[in-house]
């Protein structure tokens, strides 16, 4: 039978697969992230926001391509996209200049 759970959870060989262990790019994920609850500021801080933004990329990357289910595919595209929220939710904002504070007081 081709149902829902059977589309979502069942790889090309028929097994049923929920869960996995973790691969390198969520461990490194993993790794960055708690790293960051002690290196608060600085470059420290910088270059492991960057690793874990890169790792956790990657990994939807592989997770669309190569996923075992369309869960897992569905679960990278997820992440994709909240990914691609969060970089416009931090970088995407244009300051705006208001009209009072270009003018000259007198």
């Known amino acids: 039978m081709n149902n829902l ?3 979502l959870f069942r790889d090309n060989t028929g097994e049923i697969i929920v869960a996995q262990a ?3 790019p969520i461990l490194v994920w993993i790794g960055a992230t708690l790293l960051k609850l002690v290196f608060k500021t600085g470059q420290a801080k910088i270059a492991l926001d960057v690793l874990a933004f890169g790792s956790l990329l990657y990994w939807s990357f592989l997770e669309i391509t190569q996923g ?3 869960f ?4 990278g595209v997820i992440v994709l996209i909240a990914l691609m929220v969060s970089v416009i939710e931090r ?3 244009v300051p705006t200049v208001t009209a009072s504070s270009n003018r000259a007081t007198s």
């Open 5 to 7: 759970f059977d589309r």
């Open 22 to 24: 973790p691969n390198i």
């Open 68 to 70: 075992a289910t369309y």
């Open 72 to 75: 897992r595919r569905d679960l």
């Open 91 to 93: 970088f995407g904002k």
